[in-house]
């Protein structure tokens, strides 16, 4: 339980120390947003925790997959926000990496990569 409790206590702290950034610079928080600490620590987690490193290594291989079709909506975002409000933008953010998931996902089946179940 000790160890679980300081997983949250430290995974934590990066997305406090994330805000924290932004607050102060938004490049220094974007800069340290877009770093993989969140997939970092969960590597570390995995290797600490014993996990094969098949799993180990499969988990750095979707995270790869999984990022990309993310990316559209940090251009969408910052277009949208001043037009239609914060909270209708990240509705329609969520909504452009949802369809942008599913494409990407279809995009890929072709080449044996599988990121729907």
Known sequence: MA???TKY???AA???AVSEAAKRSDKL???VAALPLVT???LIWLYVEKQPQTKIANHAWYTFWYVVPTLPMFLAFPF???RIGFWPTMVASVA???A???LFALALRPFGIQLLP
């Open 3 to 5: 160890w679980l409790i």
């Open 14 to 16: 990066i997305v406090v």
């Open 40 to 42: 970092v620590l969960a």
């Open 96 to 98: 452009i990496t949802v």
């Open 29 to 31: 928080g974007g800069f």
């Open 100 to 102: 942008c998931f599913g």
């Open 9 to 11: 206590l430290l995974t």
């Open 80 to 82: 949208l926000l001043g």
